[in-house]
Protein backbone atom coordinates (compact mmCIF):
# COMPACT_ATOMS: atom_id res chain seq x y z
CA UNK A 1 0.00 0.00 0.00
CA UNK A 2 1.44 3.42 -0.79
CA UNK A 3 1.92 5.66 1.89
CA UNK A 4 3.37 9.15 2.47
CA UNK A 5 7.01 9.06 3.96
CA UNK A 6 6.81 10.11 7.83
CA UNK A 7 8.57 13.27 7.67
CA UNK A 8 4.93 14.47 4.78
CA UNK A 9 2.90 17.41 6.95
CA UNK A 10 -0.03 16.96 8.81
CA UNK A 11 -2.19 18.06 5.73
CA UNK A 12 -0.61 15.71 3.71
CA UNK A 13 -1.00 12.83 6.41
CA UNK A 14 -5.06 13.65 6.71
CA UNK A 15 -5.03 13.51 2.75
CA UNK A 16 -3.13 10.07 3.33
CA UNK A 17 -5.74 9.23 6.28
CA UNK A 18 -8.59 9.85 3.33
CA UNK A 19 -7.03 7.81 0.86
CA UNK A 20 -6.09 4.69 3.56
CA UNK A 21 -10.13 4.64 4.43
CA UNK A 22 -11.09 4.66 1.09
CA UNK A 23 -8.82 1.40 0.12
CA UNK A 24 -9.95 -0.13 3.30
CA UNK A 25 -13.86 0.83 2.50
CA UNK A 26 -12.85 -1.01 -0.76
CA UNK A 27 -12.06 -4.28 1.39
CA UNK A 28 -15.53 -4.13 2.50
CA UNK A 29 -13.73 -4.04 6.33
CA UNK A 30 -14.77 -0.42 6.78
CA UNK A 31 -18.33 0.46 8.10
CA UNK A 32 -19.80 3.85 9.37
CA UNK A 33 -20.22 4.20 13.21
CA UNK A 34 -24.19 4.26 13.02
CA UNK A 35 -23.75 1.12 11.36
CA UNK A 36 -22.15 -0.99 13.55
CA UNK A 37 -22.51 -4.83 13.90
CA UNK A 38 -23.99 -6.23 16.63
CA UNK A 39 -22.25 -9.81 18.60
CA UNK A 40 -24.52 -12.24 19.30
CA UNK A 41 -25.03 -13.91 22.63
CA UNK A 42 -26.37 -11.00 24.87
CA UNK A 43 -25.47 -11.10 28.78
CA UNK A 44 -23.17 -14.00 28.37
CA UNK A 45 -20.15 -12.42 26.81
CA UNK A 46 -16.82 -11.02 27.92
CA UNK A 47 -15.69 -8.02 26.21
CA UNK A 48 -11.60 -7.11 26.53
CA UNK A 49 -10.62 -3.35 25.40
CA UNK A 50 -6.84 -2.60 24.88
CA UNK A 51 -6.74 0.89 25.15
CA UNK A 52 -3.43 3.15 23.74
CA UNK A 53 -1.80 4.09 27.31
CA UNK A 54 1.83 3.39 28.42
CA UNK A 55 2.25 -0.45 27.81
CA UNK A 56 4.62 -0.86 30.91
CA UNK A 57 1.55 -0.15 32.65
CA UNK A 58 -0.77 -2.85 30.93
CA UNK A 59 -1.73 -5.92 33.12
CA UNK A 60 -0.64 -9.50 31.71
CA UNK A 61 -3.60 -11.08 29.42
CA UNK A 62 -2.25 -14.68 30.18
CA UNK A 63 -4.38 -14.22 33.18
CA UNK A 64 -7.68 -14.57 31.29
CA UNK A 65 -6.63 -17.42 28.57
CA UNK A 66 -9.30 -19.50 29.66
CA UNK A 67 -11.81 -17.31 29.46
CA UNK A 68 -13.63 -17.13 25.77
CA UNK A 69 -13.48 -12.90 24.81
CA UNK A 70 -14.34 -10.86 22.55
CA UNK A 71 -11.28 -7.77 22.18
CA UNK A 72 -11.61 -4.34 20.81
CA UNK A 73 -8.76 -1.95 20.59
CA UNK A 74 -7.95 1.49 20.57
CA UNK A 75 -5.69 3.87 18.57
CA UNK A 76 -1.96 2.56 19.32
CA UNK A 77 -3.75 -0.12 21.40
CA UNK A 78 -4.68 -1.92 18.18
CA UNK A 79 -1.31 -1.73 17.03
CA UNK A 80 0.15 -3.31 20.67
CA UNK A 81 -2.90 -6.14 20.17
CA UNK A 82 -1.81 -7.26 17.01
CA UNK A 83 1.71 -7.12 17.71
CA UNK A 84 0.40 -9.97 20.17
CA UNK A 85 -1.14 -12.63 18.28
CA UNK A 86 -4.91 -11.26 18.91
CA UNK A 87 -6.66 -9.64 16.24
CA UNK A 88 -9.47 -7.37 17.71
CA UNK A 89 -13.27 -7.76 16.68
CA UNK A 90 -13.42 -4.19 16.14
CA UNK A 91 -11.17 -0.99 16.25
CA UNK A 92 -11.76 2.54 16.31
CA UNK A 93 -9.01 5.32 16.84
CA UNK A 94 -8.22 8.70 15.09
CA UNK A 95 -4.97 6.71 15.08
CA UNK A 96 -2.73 9.96 16.12
CA UNK A 97 -0.18 7.70 17.67
CA UNK A 98 0.66 5.14 15.22
CA UNK A 99 2.65 5.90 11.83
CA UNK A 100 1.06 5.70 8.59
CA UNK A 101 3.16 2.32 8.00
CA UNK A 102 1.87 1.30 11.09
CA UNK A 103 -1.77 2.33 10.26
CA UNK A 104 -1.38 0.56 6.86
CA UNK A 105 -0.37 -2.35 8.89
CA UNK A 106 -3.59 -2.38 10.74
CA UNK A 107 -5.91 -1.70 7.94
CA UNK A 108 -4.78 -5.09 6.52
CA UNK A 109 -4.59 -7.01 9.67
CA UNK A 110 -7.99 -5.88 11.11
CA UNK A 111 -11.49 -7.20 10.28
CA UNK A 112 -13.30 -4.06 11.12
CA UNK A 113 -11.42 -0.73 11.76
CA UNK A 114 -12.77 2.74 12.25
CA UNK A 115 -11.19 5.97 11.72
CA UNK A 116 -12.64 8.96 13.74
CA UNK A 117 -11.73 12.23 13.57
CA UNK A 118 -9.25 13.73 15.89
CA UNK A 119 -11.59 16.67 16.80
CA UNK A 120 -14.20 15.13 18.07
CA UNK A 121 -16.72 15.49 21.31
CA UNK A 122 -15.36 11.72 22.63
CA UNK A 123 -12.45 10.16 23.34
CA UNK A 124 -11.25 7.04 21.29
CA UNK A 125 -11.82 4.86 24.30
CA UNK A 126 -15.33 6.39 24.89
CA UNK A 127 -16.17 5.31 21.56
CA UNK A 128 -15.19 2.00 22.33
CA UNK A 129 -16.68 1.49 25.74
CA UNK A 130 -20.37 3.19 23.70
CA UNK A 131 -19.87 0.26 21.02
CA UNK A 132 -19.07 -3.04 24.14
CA UNK A 133 -22.09 -1.52 26.04
CA UNK A 134 -24.45 -2.15 22.92
CA UNK A 135 -23.53 -5.46 22.67
CA UNK A 136 -25.11 -6.04 26.26
CA UNK A 137 -21.99 -8.14 27.64
CA UNK A 138 -22.08 -9.72 31.10
CA UNK A 139 -18.38 -7.94 31.79
CA UNK A 140 -15.90 -5.45 30.47
CA UNK A 141 -12.52 -5.60 30.93
CA UNK A 142 -10.60 -2.50 29.69
CA UNK A 143 -6.78 -2.33 29.96
CA UNK A 144 -4.62 0.36 28.93
CA UNK A 145 -6.59 3.09 30.02
CA UNK A 146 -4.42 3.99 33.05
CA UNK A 147 -0.32 5.23 33.66
CA UNK A 148 -0.26 8.22 31.30
CA UNK A 149 -2.03 11.66 31.07
CA UNK A 150 -4.13 12.00 34.58
CA UNK A 151 -6.88 13.76 32.33
CA UNK A 152 -7.05 10.77 30.61
CA UNK A 153 -6.66 8.67 33.56
CA UNK A 154 -9.23 10.16 35.79
CA UNK A 155 -11.79 10.19 33.07
CA UNK A 156 -11.54 6.95 32.22
CA UNK A 157 -12.00 5.75 35.49
CA UNK A 158 -15.13 8.10 35.65
CA UNK A 159 -16.58 5.64 32.63
CA UNK A 160 -17.25 3.52 34.37
CA UNK A 161 -20.34 4.59 35.64
CA UNK A 162 -22.05 4.52 32.06
CA UNK A 163 -21.95 0.08 32.82
CA UNK A 164 -23.69 1.23 35.96
CA UNK A 165 -26.20 3.11 34.31
CA UNK A 166 -27.13 -0.56 32.68
CA UNK A 167 -26.23 -2.68 34.74
CA UNK A 168 -23.27 -4.04 32.96
CA UNK A 169 -19.73 -4.98 35.09
CA UNK A 170 -17.50 -2.61 33.73
CA UNK A 171 -13.82 -2.40 35.37
CA UNK A 172 -10.37 -1.29 34.77
CA UNK A 173 -7.09 -3.61 34.85
CA UNK A 174 -3.87 -2.42 34.70
CA UNK A 175 -0.02 -3.93 36.14
CA UNK A 176 -1.21 -3.09 39.53
CA UNK A 177 -4.73 -2.67 40.17
CA UNK A 178 -8.27 -3.91 39.44
CA UNK A 179 -10.68 -1.00 39.65
CA UNK A 180 -14.60 -1.30 39.63
CA UNK A 181 -17.36 0.86 40.81
CA UNK A 182 -20.73 -0.57 42.89
CA UNK A 183 -24.29 1.11 43.83
CA UNK A 184 -25.39 0.16 46.99
CA UNK A 185 -26.18 -3.66 47.95
CA UNK A 186 -24.63 -6.65 49.10
CA UNK A 187 -21.83 -7.93 47.00
CA UNK A 188 -18.85 -11.50 48.02
CA UNK A 189 -15.67 -11.11 47.43
CA UNK A 190 -13.16 -13.47 46.51
CA UNK A 191 -9.17 -13.55 47.44
CA UNK A 192 -7.52 -12.81 44.80
CA UNK A 193 -3.29 -13.40 44.19
CA UNK A 194 -2.57 -10.77 41.73
CA UNK A 195 -4.28 -8.49 43.89
CA UNK A 196 -4.45 -9.58 47.28
CA UNK A 197 -5.11 -5.47 49.23
CA UNK A 198 -8.65 -3.88 48.62
CA UNK A 199 -9.90 -0.54 48.87
CA UNK A 200 -13.27 1.48 48.99
CA UNK A 201 -13.09 4.78 48.12
CA UNK A 202 -16.63 6.78 47.66
CA UNK A 203 -17.52 7.90 44.50
CA UNK A 204 -20.80 10.05 45.57
CA UNK A 205 -20.45 12.27 48.28
CA UNK A 206 -21.24 10.32 50.63
CA UNK A 207 -21.25 6.05 51.19
CA UNK A 208 -23.57 4.90 53.84
CA UNK A 209 -23.84 1.83 55.81
CA UNK A 210 -20.68 0.59 55.17
CA UNK A 211 -20.16 -2.87 56.59
CA UNK A 212 -17.18 -5.34 56.02
CA UNK A 213 -17.18 -9.19 56.95
CA UNK A 214 -14.49 -11.60 56.51
CA UNK A 215 -11.89 -8.33 56.27
CA UNK A 216 -8.98 -7.75 58.23
CA UNK A 217 -9.80 -4.64 59.25
CA UNK A 218 -14.19 -5.49 59.29
CA UNK A 219 -16.49 -2.76 59.90
CA UNK A 220 -19.84 -2.64 60.56
CA UNK A 221 -22.31 0.28 59.71
CA UNK A 222 -19.93 3.18 58.76
CA UNK A 223 -20.06 6.29 56.50
CA UNK A 224 -17.65 7.52 54.72
CA UNK A 225 -16.92 11.11 52.78
CA UNK A 226 -15.14 12.50 49.95
CA UNK A 227 -11.31 12.76 51.14
CA UNK A 228 -11.94 10.16 53.85
CA UNK A 229 -8.84 7.13 53.94
CA UNK A 230 -10.92 4.59 55.98
CA UNK A 231 -11.06 2.09 53.58
CA UNK A 232 -7.81 2.40 52.47
CA UNK A 233 -5.63 -0.76 52.29
CA UNK A 234 -7.68 -3.67 53.31
CA UNK A 235 -6.81 -7.29 52.69
CA UNK A 236 -9.18 -10.52 53.07
CA UNK A 237 -8.36 -12.87 55.49
CA UNK A 238 -10.81 -16.22 54.54
CA UNK A 239 -11.32 -17.23 51.15
CA UNK A 240 -14.03 -15.18 50.64
CA UNK A 241 -15.88 -12.25 52.27
CA UNK A 242 -18.92 -9.94 51.90
CA UNK A 243 -19.17 -6.40 51.84
CA UNK A 244 -22.65 -3.82 51.97
CA UNK A 245 -23.86 -0.45 51.73
CA UNK A 246 -26.97 1.32 52.30
CA UNK A 247 -26.44 4.03 49.77
CA UNK A 248 -23.96 5.81 47.41
CA UNK A 249 -21.98 4.85 44.86
CA UNK A 250 -18.29 2.98 46.28
CA UNK A 251 -15.20 2.12 44.04
CA UNK A 252 -13.82 -0.84 44.94
CA UNK A 253 -9.68 -1.15 44.23
CA UNK A 254 -8.07 -4.44 44.10
CA UNK A 255 -4.48 -4.12 44.20
CA UNK A 256 -0.68 -5.36 44.74
CA UNK A 257 2.56 -3.45 45.39
Not at 68 to 86: C, H, Q, S
Not at 128 to 134: D, F, P, Q, V
Not at 204 to 233: A, D, Q
Amino acid sequence: MNRYPSEASSSLRLHYLYMLEWQIRRKAIYRMADCLFTIEGEGKMIIHILAGGPAEYCADFSRYENEEVVWAAVDRGVYRLLKRGITPTVAFGDYDSVTDEELAWMGQQTNELHIVPREKDQTDLEIAISWALEQKPKLIRIFGATGGRLDHGLANIQMLLKGLEVNIEMCIVDNKNEIIVKKFGMYIIEGNEHFPYVSFVPVTERVEGITLHGFKYPLTNKTIEWGSTLCISNELIEEKGNFSFTSGILMMIRSTD
